[in-house]
C-alpha cells in the first residue's frame, strides 16, 4: 500500500515568508508525528496528533510554528515569519496508533527540505 | 534531561564483514528502543525493535542488542552489504509518558568494496 507522502519535496522562501508543508499519512493510521531533522543531526520532535486528542505541540521551537491535522488525515505544518535558522528537512511519520495504545513503529515519509535565504 | 547519543558518527567496514554500531541513553525508564536507517534522501525506516524485558533480538541480518545495566544499545548488521550504508539511528522511549521516540544524532555507516 501506499506510504506516507510529504509535499512539496523541496521548498526554497525567503527569510520573513509563510510556508506550509503537507503530510498524507497511511491511511487508518490514528497517530500522526512531525520532526525536524537539520543536517548531519537526528530528529526533533515538533508535535505529535493521536486521533480526535488535543496534540502534544511540547516540540515546536517557537510560536511561528503551527500545525494541523484535518479529519484525522491529512496535517499540514505551518511556519510564519520563516527564519534561515528554521532551514531543515522536516519529516512526517504515522503510526496505527499511539504510544498509549502500545505502538511505537513510525512510518516515515520522504521529508521537504525547507531552504530559507 | 534525556538524551539518547551515539558513541561513533561515522563507521566504516569491509563488504562482507559484520557491523556493530552503538548507541548510549541516559533515561533508565525508557522501555522500548528502535533502530531506524535513514539513506541519503529518504526518511528513516524501521530496522528493529526491543522492549527492556529483552536483551538480545534478531531479525533477518540484524541483532539487536540492549544492556539495561550500562543503558546501551547496539545493532549488529551480519555480512554488511553495499546496501546497508546510510545513517543508523537509535530511539527510545518511555512508556506512560506523553513524550515521543528521542533519537540519537545517528551513526554514518559506509561499506567499502
Known amino acids: 500500500g501506499a506510504g506516507v507522502s510529504q509535499s512539496p519535496s523541496n521548498k526554497v522562501t525567503e527569510k520573513g515568508k509563510d510556508v506550509e508543508l503537507r503530510c498524507d499519512p497511511i491511511?487508518?493510521?490514528?497517530?500522526l508525528y512531525w520532526y525536524r531533522q537539520s543536517l548531519g543531526q537526528g530528529l526533533e520532535f515538533l508535535i505529535y496528533?493521536?486521533?480526535?486528542?488535543?496534540?502534544?505541540k511540547s516540540g515546536l521551537p517557537s510560536d511561528r510554528f503551527s500545525a494541523e491535522r484535518t479529519g484525522g488525515s491529512v496535517s499540514t505544518l505551518t511556519i510564519q515569519r520563516t527564519q534561515q535558522e528554521d532551514s531543515a528537512v522536516y519529516l512526517c511519520?504515522?503510526?496505527?496508533?499511539?504510544?498509549?495504545?502500545?505502538?511505537?513503529?513510525?512510518?516515515f515519509g520522504p521529508g521537504t527540505r525547507l531552504t530559507v535565504t | 534531561g534525556e538524551s539518547v547519543g551515539l558513541h561513533l558518527p561515522t563507521l566504516s567496514v569491509q563488504e562482507g564483514d559484520n557491523s556493530i554500531i552503538n548507541c548510549a541513553y541516559s533515561?533508565?525508564?525508557?522501555?522500548?528502543f528502535i533502530w531506524y536507517k535513514q539513506e541519503s534522501g529518504k526518511g528513516p525506516q524501521f530496522i528493529i525493535d526491543?522492549?527492556?524485558?529483552?536483551d538480545k533480538r534478531q531479525g533477518q541480518r540484524v541483532t539487536v542488542l540492549l544492556n539495561k545495566t550500562v543503558k546501551h544499545l547496539s545493532l549488529q548488521i551480519a555480512a554488511t552489504q553495499p546496501g546497508d550504508s546510510a545513517v543508523y539511528f537509535c530511539?527510545?522511549?518511555?512508556?506512560?509518558?506523553?513524550?515521543?521516540?528521542?533519537f540519537g544524532s545517528g551513526t554514518q555507516l559506509t561499506v567499502l568494496p
Open positions: 533515561n533508565s525508564a525508557s522501555d522500548y
Open positions: 496528533f493521536q486521533g480526535n486528542s488535543a496534540p502534544d
Open positions: 511519520a504515522s503510526s496505527p496508533r499511539g504510544p498509549g495504545q502500545g505502538s511505537y513503529e513510525q512510518y
Open positions: 530511539a527510545d522511549f518511555t512508556s506512560g509518558s506523553a513524550r515521543q521516540l528521542t
Open positions: 526491543i522492549r527492556s524485558n529483552m
Open positions: 491511511s487508518g493510521h490514528t497517530a
